[in-house]
C-alpha cells in the first residue's frame, strides 16, 4: 500500500499537489480589519440568515441542494475527510488513508471514541451504511454520480476499504462531498431522516426551509471547534430582509450580500464585509434535449450574446470576475488559463442563429432571487445585450419557494447557482457528466465522458493537465450552459462575530462550517 494521508496532515508535495489553490485566494477584508483575533471562547448564541431554503428541504443528505441544509447538515454531522480554510485535505472520521499503487483501492481507518448525540458509538459499518445511502441502481442522491465509481466496500476492523472501476487519485477529496455525512446505521442502512450525528452541534428543533435551531454537543471530539452554546439558522431569502436583519441586530451573520447595497456595510462601523474568492459561478443553464436549445449554433448565440463583464461590474460590483462558460476556476489546480476568453460579441451571435437557420430568436428565461443575488436583474442584462444580436429573452420572475424543485430542472431556460467543487473530476462528474442527477443541461457529450474516464485514473500530471484543459474547451463550445461570471462568496457579520484569520472558500459561510469554526466577541 502506498501511504496517502497521515494523521499530521497531507503533504503539499504529494498527490495533492497545487490542489490548496482552492483555498489560496483566502479572504479579503479592509485593512482596517486585518489584525490579530481574539483567542475563541465559548458560550452565546450565533443567529445566522442565509438565502436559501425550501420548505421542501429535507434531513436526506441525497437532497440537500441549499446553503440552508449545508449548513445545518454540516454543523450535526461530520464526514470522513475535511477541507481546511487552506484548502488542504485534512482528518475528519477518518484518522488516516492508503491507496493502492494504482489509486484505485483505498484503505480508511476510521477514528475511536467517537459518539453520535444519541451516545451510540461510530463504527465503521456505519460509514459503509452512510455511502451506500448514495450508490445503486435505485438510488436518486445527488450524489450517485461521484460514489457510482465504487464497485464493493468492505469493513476490515477499523478500516473500511473502497474498490473504484479504476484509478482515482482525487478519491479522499470526494468523501468530503456534504451529501456524505456519516450517520449511525442499523442491520447495514441508515436512516435518512435522523439528525443524529457525531457533529458540533445536536439539532433541537427543524423546521424545513425556515429554521433550524441547534445547540453545542457537549461531547463533540475535535478540540477547538464548537464554540458557541447556540446556533439558530435561518432561511431568508429577501436579501433587502436579510440584510436589514444584520443592520439591525436580529441576526450576526448572513450570507450572500446585497452587492446593490452593500456600500451601505461597508460604512457600518459595526459590521464587517468578508469577501472569499473560490470555485462559486453563476449560470443560466439550457435544456439540451429540447429545441431550440438542442442546436449548437443556438446555444453559441446565446453564449455570444452576453456582456460577461457588465455583470460582473453591475451584479457583482466587482466581486468577481468573468467566466468562460466552463465551470473550472482559476483557483482549480488544472484551470485551462490559456483557452481564450469568450467576449460579447452580437455579429458573432447573429452568425450563429443564421448556420442555425435563423434570423431570429424568442426564448424564456426563468429567475428569481432564490437562484443568486440578483438574478432576475442579471437575466434582464442578459435579455438587453442579447436584443442587439437579433435575440428576444423573456424574462420570467419566479417564486422564490420551491425554485429548486419547480423550476430548476424543469424548466427549461433558467438562472443557476453553483458552488463549484474542489477539483474538476468532482465538478464535471456532478453537473456534466452523461445522465448525473445534476446535469442541469441534461447534455451528454462522447468524447467529454472519454476524458473524464481517462482523466480521473490518469497519475502523469502533464497528461491530466490537458485532458482537463480539453474538457474545458469541449464544455465552453459544445456544452448547455453560459457560464458569465464566477462570484466571490460575500459574507457580512456583526461585531460580535469573530472568525479565524483564513476563511474558506471551498463553499460559502467558511466552507459550510461557520457554526463549527467561529465564536463570539467578548
Known amino acids: 500500500m502506498r501511504k496517502i494521508h497521515s494523521p499530521s496532515g497531507i503533504s503539499r508535495r504529494g498527490l495533492l499537489k497545487g490542489a490548496t489553490a482552492v483555498g489560496a485566494a483566502g479572504l479579503i477584508l479592509p485593512a482596517s480589519y486585518r489584525k490579530a483575533r481574539a483567542e475563541p471562547r465559548r458560550g452565546g448564541t450565533m443567529r445566522i440568515a442565509v438565502g436559501h431554503g425550501s420548505t421542501s428541504d429535507s434531513l436526506d443528505p441525497a437532497t440537500w441542494a441549499d446553503v440552508f441544509m449545508q449548513v445545518a447538515g454540516s454543523a450535526i454531522h461530520n464526514y470522513l475527510t475535511e477541507i481546511d480554510t487552506d484548502g488542504s485535505l ?14 484505485s483501492v483505498w484503505t480508511f481507518r476510521i477514528r475511536e471514541g467517537v459518539t453520535y448525540h444519541s451516545g451510540k458509538e461510530l463504527t465503521p459499518e456505519d460509514v459503509k451504511a452512510s455511502i451506500d445511502h448514495h450508490r445503486g441502481e435505485d438510488s436518486g442522491s445527488a450524489a450517485k454520480p461521484i460514489v457510482d465509481p465504487i464497485t464493493d466496500i468492505e469493513v476490515d476492523g477499523q478500516y473500511v ?7 482515482n487519485a482525487d478519491f479522499p477529496f470526494i468523501m468530503s462531498d456534504y451529501h456524505l455525512p456519516i450517520l449511525p446505521s442499523s442491520d447495514g442502512r441508515i436512516d435518512p431522516t435522523s439528525a443524529d450525528g457525531v457533529g458540533a452541534y445536536v439539532m433541537q428543533d427543524f423546521e424545513p426551509g425556515v429554521e433550524a435551531r441547534m445547540t453545542r454537543n457537549p461531547d463533540y471530539w475535535k478540540e ?16 433587502a430582509a436579510r440584510q436589514n436583519a444584520l443592520i439591525t441586530g ?73 467566466g468562460n462558460d466552463h465551470p473550472i476556476s482559476p483557483a482549480n489546480r488544472f484551470h485551462a488559463s490559456e483557452l481564450e476568453q469568450r467576449e ?5 451571435a447573429r452568425h450563429h442563429l443564421r448556420e442555425a437557420g435563423m434570423d431570429s430568436l424568442t426564448v424564456d428565461l426563468s429567475a428569481a432571487e432564490a437562484a443568486f443575488g440578483g438574478a432576475v436583474d442579471a437575466a434582464v442584462l442578459f435579455s438587453e445585450s442579447a436584443a442587439q444580436a437579433g435575440i428576444t429573452i423573456n424574462v420570467v420572475r419566479e417564486p ?49 465522458m472519454e476524458l ?71
Open 90 to 103: 485534512i482528518p475528519e472520521l477518518a484518522e488516516s488513508w492508503e491507496a493502492s499503487a494504482d489509486a
Open 161 to 167: 476499504i473502497f474498490t473504484l472501476e479504476a484509478g
Open 224 to 239: 477547538g471547534r464548537g464554540h458557541v452554546d447556540e446556533v439558530i439558522l435561518l432561511s431568508i431569502i429577501d436579501p
Open 250 to 322: 436580529e441576526v450576526d451573520v448572513i450570507d450572500r450580500v446585497d452587492l446593490n447595497t452593500v456600500h451601505l456595510l461597508e460604512r457600518s462601523g459595526s459590521i464587517r464585509v468578508l469577501s472569499v474568492p473560490g470555485t462559486q459561478h453563476y449560470t443560466f443553464v439550457m435544456d439540451s434535449r429540447v429545441e431550440p436549445f438542442s442546436d449548437n449554433n443556438v446555444r453559441l448565440a446565446l453564449k455570444y450574446a452576453i456582456n460577461r463583464q457588465q455583470l460582473v461590474d453591475t451584479i457583482l460590483s466587482g466581486y468577481g470576475s468573468v
Open 344 to 348: 460579447f460579441d452580437p455579429d458573432r
Open 400 to 448: 422564490n419557494d420551491g425554485y429548486w424543485s419547480n423550476v430548476w430542472m424543469v424548466k427549461p431556460f433558467s438562472a443557476v447557482y453553483w458552488g463549484g467543487r474542489p477539483t474538476e473530476d468532482w465538478m464535471f462528474s456532478t453537473a456534466y457528466a452523461a445522465g448525473a442527477a445534476w446535469n442541469d443541461g441534461y447534455w451528454e457529450h462522447d468524447r467529454f
Open 452 to 522: 473524464l474516464r481517462d482523466a480521473r485514473s490518469e497519475l502523469d500530471e502533464d497528461r491530466r493537465r490537458e485532458m482537463y484543459a480539453d474538457m474545458q474547451r469541449i464544455v465552453r463550445d459544445e456544452g448547455s450552459t453560459v457560464i458569465p461570471m464566477f462570484a466571490n462568496y460575500v459574507m457580512a457579520v456583526s461585531d460580535a462575530i469573530e472568525t479565524p484569520e483564513e476563511i474558506a472558500s471551498n463553499w460559502t459561510m467558511d466552507g459550510f462550517r461557520a457554526p463549527e469554526r467561529w465564536w463570539l466577541a467578548e
